[in-house]
Nanobody, 126 residues
Framework: VQLQASGGGLVQAGDSLRLSCAGSGRTFSNYAMGWFRQVPGKEREFVAA????????YYADSVKGRFTISRDNAKNMAYLQMNSLKPEDTAVYFC????????????????????WGQGTQVTVSS
């Protein structure tokens, strides 16, 4: 199983970015997908997740109303649209695949995901 995250970059506060996650090696349409982020010295934190069928997007309070998670199962892709970016959104962003097939309620914990992409850096300047 491989995940490839892309789309990060350096932007100014208030700008938007769209992250993409390309998956291979698993029938991703059967698994929830999640996005997490991490800054040096801190634990990886949950950002957003979406069910295997695209239902029930779930967000961390810190990004609710600004970020939107989506997926295209036909392309084995997941996305994170990030609007109104803030300097505190600066982090390395990781996509991940749920370890449980067709989980009924998306999970916001790291240990619920068993495969991770390599991360893409997002830097938001003030």
């Amino acid at each position: 199983v491989q995940l490839q995250a892309s789309g990060g970059g350096l932007v100014q506060a208030g700008d938007s970015l769209r992250l993409s996650c390309a998956g291979s090696g698993r029938t991703f349409s059967n698994y929830a997908m999640g996005w997490f982020r991490q800054v040096p010295g801190k634990e990886r934190e949950f950002v957003a997740a979406i069910k295997w069928n695209g239902d029930s997007p779930y967000y961390a309070d810190s990004v609710k109303g600004r970020f939107t998670i989506s997926r295209d199962n036909a392309k084995n892709m997941a996305y994170l649209q990030m609007n109104s970016l803030k300097p505190e959104d600066t982090a390395v962003y990781f996509c991940a695949v749920d370890r449980k097939i067709r989980r009924t309620v998306v999970a916001g914990t790291r240990w619920s995901y068993d495969y991770w992409g390599q991360g893409t850096q997002v830097t938001v300047s003030s």
